[in-house]
Each structure stands twice: as structure tokens, then as C-alpha cells.
């Protein structure tokens, strides 16, 4: 350490530090580098975000976050390995430029296929044998790579482990919702919980820290900032099922003929294959069966559950993927199920009582639902016999039977989405009282029934609440809800009450995202007040009459994104939102010629004063998904 700082001190110098994995490390080397003030410069490399952050804490900017190559950069890349100063000749470019996509972007993989492309015929029958299997050839010709992105596994900390292989169960390309994600990996028991954390969150900064690592891509991410979706990138995914396959976590079955040894695995995941053909496996070790893609020939009743005999120890029963897989008797046999989702059914039977330590009950809505007749799924009042039970989902339950005077309280219930015609009665709440998400519908608005939803106040828990009105409901009564003060997240459709009743919502003190749609508030005009909305930080509004908006940049000040679709009477977009400091969207659709006018001429003020980083997007409305292409 003494010679290479006497050897630098005085000089203008370079240090290059590649693939550092610990703040020790950086520790260790940072104090043999003099800090003449000559311009000299260090540059460290990580994969790990914490790493880089630690390394960079004295810089006002942020560590720089290298992405994915393009198209174009990563054919200038392959090209320049292959050729060198020569051209690529015309026969070759267009496999080439194929080869080069088929690298996902990843720096690593091209300079490894540029290799192999290097040693072969520069022929087009050699280079489309590549072109077929691009992540083959990486993998299997070259050990180098495969170390190199080992040891992004063998530096995860042991706790992180099995999430990331259970990441490979999942198909290529998959889009992996993370809700579902988190709920598969409590099941699992992945998660250990710290603190005050409930488990949920935890996985949720399990997460985080796989994406900090480079090992997960985030997709989406919703408007709160914690992910919505994400993925892994094909090469990631393959060192990911090796892993799996090397220590016996994880079984992929992609084939269609049947494997017998898949009795033996304790996880499977299963792609394209007819599930009937279990019912000659007995799979005394199996405790998970996620289905991606899979069918069911059409048999009798009995023979088509019959497989689901041979499999009494699952604890992860994944089949929304599945044809006509339900939840038949047979499935509430499995004592000792923690996540079940299954496809659409009419009825979940009684027996669902069985089910003593299941945490996750998803119920899908499959393709025989239409909006504007809305299916349902009836619950029995055995539902809440089942002391695990956290999350319950559907598209739509039927209204929530009553429980037994006897019956225990769900303490462990957060999720509850979708009831219908919800009836938040005295009883229902001590039976739930620790609720953080629930969505309701309402249908039938029936002129003698009493929803209680000022008992709604009373969920002190509560940080999610969707509430779908839909019009029929509003030509018999007024539904008047009363929001509790946790509320973080709030989405209102089809309410119908006066712009001058929002400070209902408005007051509420912990109120980050709002949602209004198909004329949650109706009338002309809406003019804001400066003690409200003083944590929101995302607006969407869909479907509104609303004509005049007065509002300054005080009313709202902390909001990030500004969403509108459908406002086609609106006259302008308030001035006053370009004077935001937050503000970091206006999203709009192309419906309304008033509302886009604005729209430029708040982004083009606010350029002409530097501000560069406000963003209007503009776009045709999808009816399908709700958002604008």
C-alpha cells in the first residue's frame, strides 16, 4: 500500500477497479490513492448498486447505471470483434444483425458469440446454426462466461438464494407479476421477517435487492415506486435453471412425453403437457406444481382430479395456467396447502374448511368474464374457518356470507379483492381487523339494504381501497363511504358525487395515489384548496365531465404524476401544475385537442426555464388496458 501510494502521489493518474463485491474491499484500497486535487479519477465497477453508492458517496451525482445495448449498438459491437477494420459482407449482415439481438443486449454474450463467430466459416449456413442457438453456444462452448456470471450467485447472501432460483421456474420472456411473485415465495417459507415487517414487505426488499444485484429486471413499476412486474434476462434465466437443476431446487418439465422422474422433485414447474397423465405418478417428495400452458383432455369428473390424489404433500398448487383444473373436493384434500389458485368456478365448495394452513386462495377469472356482466363466485361461510388465510383474490366474490358467532377472527387476512355488494357490518370488521387492501363492487344497490360503509373508518389498517360503482346502483340509493386516515392508495369508479364533496378524499393525510373513474366526482367545475392532497403523488382521471379546473402548484404539492384520459370536456390543464418542483409526467390521451395544447405549452415554459425533465406523453386510449398506446 505504501509503494503504490508514493508511486501515484504527485502523478495525474487512471485507476480502473473492476467487479468489486464488498464495501470492505473499497475500504481496504481507498486510502493508497492521494487525493492531490490534479484531476486524477477512479473508476470502480459493480454489480452491485450498494456497492457503487457506497463507493461514490463523496460525488453530488448519481453512480452511472449501465443498460442493455440496443439493436443498433450491439451489431457495432459484434461487428467490430468479428471483422475488425474490414466490412461485413452483404450476405452475412442480416443473420449477423439477428445473432446480435438474440444476445438480449447484454455486452458479456456478444463479445462471447463474436468469439465463436470468429473461428467458424463465414458462411450463411454456419452463422444461422448460431443464429438458432445463440444462448447454447454461449453457455456450452465457453466456461469463462458461465464463471463470470457465477459469481453474481456465489456472492448472493444465502437468504437470497432460493428466491433467485425459483426465478427460473417461470418461462422465457415471462412477465412475472409480483404480487403473485411475493405471495409464491411466502408460501414457499423464503421469507424470514425482521423487525416490525410483515412478510410481504420483507419479500419485497428480497426483491429490491436481486434488481440492485443485476440479477432481476424490473418491468414496471407502480406509481409508489415498488415494482409491478419484472423478469430475468435469458442468459441470467439460464445459469438460473442450471443452478436449480445442480442442487435439486427446482425441476423444469417442458417436455410433452412423461418423465417418471419427476416423482422425485420437490418443485416443478410444467410447460405444455396434458396434467392427466399424472394420475400414473405418485409424487410422495413433489410440495410444488406451478403450470404454465397445460391442459386436461376431456375425461369423466373422477379421472380428471384423479392426479391430484397422488400428490397429498403440496404445499404450492399453481394451475390459473391450466384448463379446467377448479377447485374440485379432490384439491381440498391436500391439508397441507399454503397457495392455491385455481381457475373460474361458480362455487368454492364447503370443504374449503380443510385447508387449515393455506395463506393464498387466487381464484382467476379465466375468459368467460364480461364487465358488464360480471360473473360471480359464491363463498361459504366455512371461509373463515381458515386461521392462515392472508390473501383472498378474484375478480369477483359474491357478497361475503356471514360468519359464526363462535368463529376466530382472521388476524393473519390483508388481502380481500373483489367483493360484491360488500356489507361492512360490526361483525365482518372484528372478523378482519387487520385488512391493508380491499376492492368492492357494487351492482344491485338494493333500496332497503344497508351496506355500513361509515364503517369503513374503522379499518385502521387499511392502505388499498378500490370501490367500483356501476350505474344501475345509482337510480336506487347513494352510497356514502367514509375513508379511514391510513388510506395511502385510493381508486373510485362510478361514485357520481359533486367535485365540491372531494375533500372527503383530499383530507385524508396519508394519500399518495388517487384514481378516479367513469365519473367518480361529476359537475363543471373543480377548485382545489391548499389543505389538500398534500402527499399525493400520482392523479389519474378517467371518464369526467369536468370542464374547469382551478388549482395553483401549492394544492398539490408534491405530485409526480399527472395522468388524464377521456376528459373531453376539459378546457385547459391548469398553468399552475408546470410550477410543480415535483413533477415528472403529464400523460394524456390524443381525444381532446384543448387538454394537448396544455399540455405542450407547460412542457415548453418549463424548457425555456431548464427544467428538461418534466415529460408529456401523448397517445390513442386502449379501452382494453385502460392506458394509452
Known amino acids: 500500500m505504501e509503494e503504490v501510494y508514493k508511486g501515484l502521489k504527485g502523478m495525474r493518474y487512471l485507476i480502473v477497479m473492476d467487479d468489486m463485491w464488498s464495501k470492505k474491499a473499497w475500504d481496504d484500497v481507498k486510502m493508497i490513492f492521494p487525493d492531490d486535487d490534479n484531476g486524477s479519477r477512479i473508476v470502480v465497477t459493480t454489480r452491485l448498486l450498494d456497492i457503487a453508492t457506497y463507493a461514490n458517496f463523496s460525488s453530488s451525482s448519481p453512480p452511472h447505471e449501465m443498460h442493455f445495448l440496443d439493436e443498433d449498438q450491439s451489431w457495432n459491437l459484434l461487428r467490430q470483434i468479428v471483422f475488425k477494420q474490414q466490412d461485413c459482407p452483404v450476405e452475412l449482415e442480416k443473420i449477423g444483425k439477428l445473432i446480435a439481438r438474440n444476445c438480449g443486449g447484454l455486452p458479456l454474450a456478444i463479445v462471447v458469440i463474436a468469439g465463436l463467430l470468429s473461428t467458424v466459416g463465414r458462411t450463411q449456413a454456419s452463422w444461422e446454426n448460431i443464429a438458432e442457438n445463440v444462448n447454447l453456444a454461449v453457455t456450452t462452448n465457453y466456461e469463462q462466461f458461465e464463471k463470470i456470471l457465477s459469481l453474481s450467485y456465489i456472492h448472493l447472501p444465502q437468504h437470497l438464494r432460493p428466491c433467485f432460483l425459483y426465478m427460473g421456474g417461470f418461462p422465457e420472456d415471462y412477465e412475472i407479476p409480483v404480487w403473485k411473485l411475493i405471495k409464491l415465495w411466502v408460501a414457499e417459507g423464503f421469507i424470514k421477517p425482521s423487525g416490525s415487517k410483515s412478510f410481504e414487505e420483507e419479500a419485497e426488499e428480497y426483491l429490491e435487492d436481486l434488481v440492485k444485484r443485476s440479477l432481476v429486471l424490473v418491468t414496471t413499476r407502480k406509481t409508489n415506486g415498488k415494482i409491478k412486474i419484472c423478469g430475468v434476462h435469458d442468459l441470467i434465466r439460464d445459469l438460473c435453471i442450471r443452478k436449480a437443476q445442480d442442487e435439486k431446487f427446482l425441476y423444469r418439465y417442458v417436455s410433452k412425453v412423461l418423465d417418471k422422474n419427476i416423482k422425485y422433485q420437490h418443485r416443478i414447474s410444467i410447460m405444455h403437457f396434458d396434467l392427466n397423465s399424472l394420475e400414473n405418478i405418485y409424487g410422495s417428495t413433489n410440495r410444488t406444481i406451478i403450470c404454465f400452458q397445460c391442459r386436461n383432455s376431456a375425461l369423466t369428473y373422477a379421472k380428471h382430479c384423479s392426479f391430484i390424489r397422488n400428490f397429498r404433500l403440496l404445499k404450492i398448487m399453481d394451475m390459473v395456467n391450466s384448463a379446467n383444473v377448479h377447485l374440485f373436493p379432490e384439491v381440498c384434500e391436500l391439508f397441507h396447502l399454503r397457495f392455491l389458485a385455481v381457475d373460474y368456478q361458480t362455487k368454492i365448495p364447503a370443504a374449503i374448511s380443510n385447508l ?17 356482466e360480471p360473473l360471480t363466485i359464491l363463498l361459504p361461510s366455512e371461509i373463515w374457518t381458515i386461521p392462515q388465510l392472508r390473501h383472498l383474490v378474484s375478480f369477483v366474490f359474491g357478497s361475503l356470507p356471514d360468519p359464526d358467532e363462535a368463529t376466530s377472527p382472521l388476524e393473519n387476512l390483508q388481502t380481500l379483492s373483489e367483493i360484491r355488494d360488500f356489507k361492512c357490518t360490526e361483525k365482518i370488521l372484528k372478523m378482519i381487523p387487520n385488512l391493508k387492501k380491499l376492492g368492492i363492487s357494487y351492482f344491485s344497490g338494493e333500496k332497503d339494504q344497508d351496506y355500513h360503509l361509515d364503517n369503513l373508518v374503522h379499518f385502521h389498517q387499511l392502505e388499498k381501497l378500490k370501490v367500483k360503482i356501476y350505474p344501475t346502483v345509482l337510480f336506487r340509493r347513494k352510497l356514502n ?33 388517487l384514481k378516479l373513474r367513469n365519473f367518480a366526482f361529476r359537475g363543471y367545475k373543480w377548485e382545489t384548496s391548499e389543505e389538500e392532497f398534500r402527499r399525493l403523488k400520482f392523479l389519474l382521471i378517467d371518464k369526467s365531465d369536468l370542464q374547469h379546473w382551478i388549482t395553483e402548484s401549492s394544492h398539490f404539492p408534491n405530485l409526480k404524476w399527472l395522468v388524464l384520459y377521456r376528459c373531453w370536456c376539459l378546457k385547459e390543464i391548469p398553468h399552475g401544475f408546470g410550477e410543480i418542483p415535483t413533477l415528472e409526467l403529464i400523460k ?30 401523448i397517445g390513442r386510449y386502449n379501452t382494453l388496458t385502460g392506458d394509452i398506446k
Open 356 to 372: 387449515r394452513n393455506l395463506q393464498t386462495l387466487i381464484i382467476h377469472q379465466g375468459k368467460t368474464f364480461k364487465s358488464y
Open 481 to 513: 363511504l367514509v375513508f379511514p386516515p391510513s388510506m395511502k392508495k385510493l381508486a373510485l369508479s362510478g361514485w357520481q358525487r359533486p367535485w365540491e364533496d372531494i375533500g372527503i378524499v383530499g383530507s385524508l393525510p396519508n394519500l399518495e395515489v
Open 588 to 617: 394524456i390521451d390524443d381525444g381532446n385537442i384543448c387538454v394537448m395544447d396544455s399540455a405542450r405549452q407547460i412542457q415548453e415554459v418549463q424548457q425555456d426555464w431548464g427544467n428538461d425533465a418534466l415529460q408529456v406523453r
